[in-house]
């Protein structure tokens, strides 16, 4: 029997494809499924119209038979099937889609579940075999036929016996060589595996013979082999049935079993979206962090699918980085895919479908803030780090998005509480949002610099997350308000009575503060008269943008740089202590060096911060003692 040839640039397309295109051979099996299913489908279309044809779905399947001695794995399908004119044009001319030209054809009655669009999908089963054999009979046609081919040489048809109406391919595995492993393509698990994977949401049943061992009826030692039909795939894409159809359970489940997470969603989202742009989603908050969440390993992203078809694993460009801890998927009809399949032009719908997502997580973040608090707190305490991060990155491009979701711990509610919360308590008299940063809420509540703000009644917010000064910083304002440390200079804090005493009495010592800070000088700034003080007697301030909690980060980073905050150091007026350094200016001023370095020593302790030198602290205190 003559061969014929392929068309000299169909041998080089052939080659190419074979070759390049696909970066993972085990997706012919779902170019090939793909094309059973479509095959399928067009009768079911086809029935739609036409009143001779009834479609029974029971009638209608895909079977995957492997034979390991025999070395070849079967598709075959109920489906529409080729005459010998579609085995010439679809099989023979590469590129050619017999399915996209359905598609067109049959346009008026939504055919959109057909999956295939290139004409290149097929080929990719020389990926795994050296000899495809497809043997087919069209609907309505009494001949069967009977394609072969060894890849880019050439192909063969001839007439040949089917009984029924369908396709039937049957590959020859390769032989496995030093590089290359072909085996696994005729082991049950591992086709059953491939199926699950990117097959589970095909719409007809795909059937395996699943053969296994199991004990005998009646004894407790023997075994026998059996061999049963299965169907492999789910089917229904859970994401593409009725919300009001499905329960908690269900959701939890597909969780589970889509391995999303190995704890319980914390919320589910379930989106149609049937507008610009058509998909479907399932989205979920998990409700643990995972163990890797905070470190470069961390892949964000969800499954894309299209038309019920797994595209992507893990498509990185639907999620925005500050809502990386989303796990779920989406399926779309719209995609424009490049020829593999696997990966996205540069795709305008991709885009839409990200934006959409993101407004949604955002919607449902808001809802779960409003309505299940509990649940929002729980979801914060895991992923709030991630949203801070959020409003720091970019330049606080994304703080809109996110500052509304932001919370903090209150001085006086003494739990977290959100930004809109703190502005809505705040007394009229109050021009700032007050924060202190700090190791712990412990340390924080201790920081004579917050006595002030206190004693004025304004709420302060607990900033314990290294990233939360930066986050801030990056808002700059609230609703309007400014944010301010309470260990700034300039508190904004209306002066009273107490203030111009102080004021008087620093005027009044005005050579004593000169003493003090030339003594330190390098270290402080200035030495000054403190208005926030009320009952200890010393603290650290700072001017400028840079506060102290900030140059402790910016110290512990990595080659981080020793970025300095302005120092001021506070003597509280009222306090015992501010006598004894007067006497000490007037009588001894080696006592009052003595005192300004253990006071100095002192605030840098209260805030965390080394001292310089912990020897000649100790003999300091040593030295007021005898
Ligand atoms: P695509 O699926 O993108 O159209 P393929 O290379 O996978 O490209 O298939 C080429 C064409 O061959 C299909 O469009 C279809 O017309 C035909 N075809 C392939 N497999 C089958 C099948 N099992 N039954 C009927 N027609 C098929
Ligand atoms: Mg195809």
Redesign the pocket.
Known sequence: MAKKQFKAESKRLLEMMINSIYTQKEIFLR?LI???S??VDKIYYKALTDDQLVFNKEDYYIKVTADKAARTLTIT?T????TKE?LEN??GIIAK????AFKKENEAQDGHNII????????SAFMVADDITVISKALGSDEAYKWESTGADGYTIEPCEKDTVG?E?TLKIKESNEEEQYEEFLEQYRLKAIIKKYSDFIRYPIKMDITGKRPVEGSEEEFEDYSDEQTVNSMVPIWRKNKNELTDADYENFYTEKRYGFDKPLKHIHISVDGAVRYQAILYIPENTPFDFYTKEYEKGLELYSNGVLIMDKCSDLLPDYFGFVKGMVDSEDLSLNISRELLQHDRQLKLIAKNIQSKIKGQLQGLLKDEREKYESFYKAFGRQLKFGVYNDYGMNKDVLQDLLMFYSSKEKKVVTLDEYIARMPEDQKYIYYASGESIERIEKLPQTEMVSDKGYEILYFTDDIDEFAIKSIMSYKEKEFKSVSSGDLGIEPDAKDEQTEAEENESKDLFAAMSEFLSGKVKSVRASKRLKSHPVCLSTEGEVTIEMEKILKAMPNGQDIKADKVLEINVNHAVFQSLKDAHEKDKEKLNLYTSLLYNQALLIEGLPVGDPVEFTNDICKVMV
């Open positions: 170019e793909s094309n059973a479509d095959a399908d489906g529409i099937g080729m579609d679809n099989l889609s017999g399915s996209l295939g669009q290139f004409g290149v999908g097929f080929y396709t391919i």
